[in-house]
């Protein structure tokens, strides 16, 4: 499949591993580049809550004007304050030198790119019921967004994140945010893949165009391939404008079929909003069960916490009464309450060595899936930097000092409340207390218990309980009308400013850049070459562009981004005459 360029930017020095940034993020791993900038997994030395794990993105701005950098650092407040379990978290952002900083939650799944290239790789596909349950994550996520009037404008694989087995949407408003002109974000996206034919004919952006891009990731979720594909950028522009809409394997039901067609609609007019979608008997029947299986989940967890507490509580209870049975005379109630306290020490050591098992199991599981999808995050800087505290990932262990932010150390409750309740009712009489004790259906803890159970962290059902509340109010509620929340405005009004520089710079990286693949006098023959061909399209539509491409076939992606850096530059033609007044070219 050809990959666009995800336009590389910035001069600024990268961060060594160990720097520190804003006095508080330890740099501990380069993750990436994107089109924006350098992206590191750091450490928060300051982390309150928790996660110290977290993703600095450094986005080098060129010469940014004032009122650019207060535009951008006002909107980027405003991002923080939305929360939403499908939403990445935007924590905070910042001015270092002349970058633009953003850190956000840290996914250490990575991203749905990687996992549905993982997918394609082992020859696999991904099961209906995975797919419903990251769409309908997707889709709650877009309708908290777009009900607050933030559209994401960059909605892909590369920008939906995993943790955990839940999707986060990552990046949403940041585009404009960092484009200043909401126009241009919305040209300047690194992949055509997802555009939608209405901003292909330059006809604006809106929340109908975010449903598009998840139509085109929900075909990707089951095809792993794209909804619209070409040998080169024109073809791939045609078919989204005028082309087929793409049909679903046929190992996926029609119903979920005809959610793709009707989000695939080339009428932004006609293609549903998130609530409608959401609303649909077929969406409302998946989520009820999404909510069953979530309520089991974490429930189950919670239980098994909170089982492995009170069996602690009672524990410590025990070793008192053991060691006062020493010195005295112990009362048949008191050697009842012994037998009771010991089959319940006697249940908590198996259920702590579950909980260890369990621990050890995902632990091992995670350090698989790092190591595949982490080539760069080493386990080194993991495990060091969980020296300082991560646990978001750790399951409740009773041996486990550092908790997960939230869960309580089980040794800090309150343990003569717990340890007594239960236990007053047993009769002071040893013949009736010997009845009671077989009566009371103390379990037995037996080794066929249920070994499947999920132990989860803190922030995980958290997580959880968020998305089930979110489910429930879409269930509940009456989408049809307004907005049920207050809109938070993220763009203040006023006409749109253009961080031109940015834009440049942006331009002139990705020209560096296949020129140097190409060489210079290969790179102007096709950068000429496909601008002719180009214009003959437009005027006479003439197909040229494929014939110019022939001669590349050993680099057919250095072709895609030569035709990919004439859009740009056409674009920004463009937006600078709409900007000045002048008539579009
Ligand atoms: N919050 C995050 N958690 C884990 N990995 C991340 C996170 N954010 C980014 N990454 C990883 O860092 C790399 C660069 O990400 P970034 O979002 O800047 O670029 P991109 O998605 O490749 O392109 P674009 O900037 O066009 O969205 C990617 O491999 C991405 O998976």
């Not at 792993?224 to 087929?244: C, D, R």
């Amino acid at each position: 499949m050809y990959k666009f360029q995800e336009v590389g930017s910035g001069q600024a020095p990268p961060p060594g591993r160990g720097s520190l940034v804003a006095k508080r993020y330890s740099i501990l791993q380069s993750l990436g580049r994107g089109s924006f900038g350098s992206v590191y997994l750091v450490q928060d030395n300051k982390a309150t809550d928790g996660e110290e794990l977290k993703v600095l993105k450094q986005i080098p701005l060129g010469d940014l004007r004032p009122d650019e950098t207060v535009r951008a650092t006002q909107e980027a407040h405003l991002l923080s304050q939305l929360h939403h379990p499908a939403i990445l978290t935007f924590y905070h952002s910042f001015l270092e030198g002349d970058a633009f900083c953003i850190v956000t939650e840290f996914c250490q799944d990575r991203d749905l790119d990687c996992k549905l290239e993982e997918v394609r790789q082992a020859g696999r596909s991904l099961p209906e019921l995975q797919v419903i349950d990251w769409l309908i994550q997707l889709l709650l996520g877009l309708h908290y967004m777009h009900d607050r009037r933030i559209l994401h404008r960059d909605l892909k694989a590369k920008n939906v994140f995993l943790k955990r087995n839940l999707v986060k949407i990552g990046d949403f408003g940041v585009s404009c945010l960092l484009m200043g002109s909401c126009d241009l974000a919305t040209t300047f996206t690194g992949t055509p893949y997802y555009m939608s034919p209405e901003v292909l004919n330059h006809q604006g952006y809106d929340s109908k165009s975010d449903i598009w891009a998840l139509g085109c990731l929900l075909y990707e979720m089951c095809s792993l391939t794209h909804a619209f594909q070409g040998p080169n950028f024109l073809s791939v522009v045609m078919k989204i404008v005028e082309g087929e809409t793409p049909t679903l394997p046929s190992g996926y039901s029609q119903e979920l079929n005809s959610v793709m067609q009707r989000m695939l609609q080339k009428q932004p007019s006609s293609r549903p909003s998130a609530a409608e979608l959401l609303k649909t008997k077929f969406m409302e029947d998946n989520m009820k069960n999404m909510k069953d299986r979530f309520v089991f989940v974490s429930s189950d967890g919670k239980k098994d916490a909170e089982l492995i507490a009170k069996n602690m509580q009672t524990k410590v209870h025990l070793q008192t009464l053991m060691e006062k049975s020493e010195v005295e005379k112990m009362t048949p109630r008191e050697r009842m309450r012994l037998r009771k306290l010991q089959a319940a020490d006697e249940k908590a050591r198996r259920l702590r060595k579950l909980a260890e098992e369990k621990y050890e199991e995902i632990h091992t599981r995670r350090r698989e899936l790092r190591s595949r999808h982490f080539e760069k995050v080493s386990l080194d800087v993991l495990n060091e930097s969980r020296e300082g505290g991560d646990c978001q990932s750790r399951p409740i262990s009773v041996q486990d000092h550092r908790l997960p932010s939230g869960s309580q150390p089980i040794w800090e409750q309150d343990e003569g409340k717990t340890s007594e309740s239960g236990l007053q009712d047993i009769p002071e009489d040893p013949q009736a207390a010997e009845v009671y004790y077989n009566q009371d259906g103390f379990d037995s803890c037996s080794e066929d218990e249920d070994t499947e159970t999920l132990y989860l962290s803190d922030p995980q059902v958290s997580e959880l309980e968020a998305m089930m509340k979110h489910m429930q109010k879409v269930l509940e509620e009456d989408l049809s009308g307004d907005p049920a929340e207050p809109e938070v405005p993220l763009s203040p009004r006023g006409p749109p400013t253009i961080n031109g520089s940015l834009l440049e710079t942006r331009i002139q990286h990705l020209r560096e850049s296949v020129r140097s693949r190409l060489g210079s006098d290969v790179f102007q023959k096709l950068y000429e070459n496909l601008k002719e061909a180009r214009w003959r399209w437009r005027h006479d539509g003439d197909d040229s562009v494929t014939e110019s491409l022939r001669h590349l076939e050993e680099q057919p992606d250095a072709g895609f981004q030569v035709d990919q850096l004439l859009f740009y530059e056409e674009e920004l033609q463009r937006v600078r005459h709409l900007q000045e007044g002048r008539p579009p070219v």
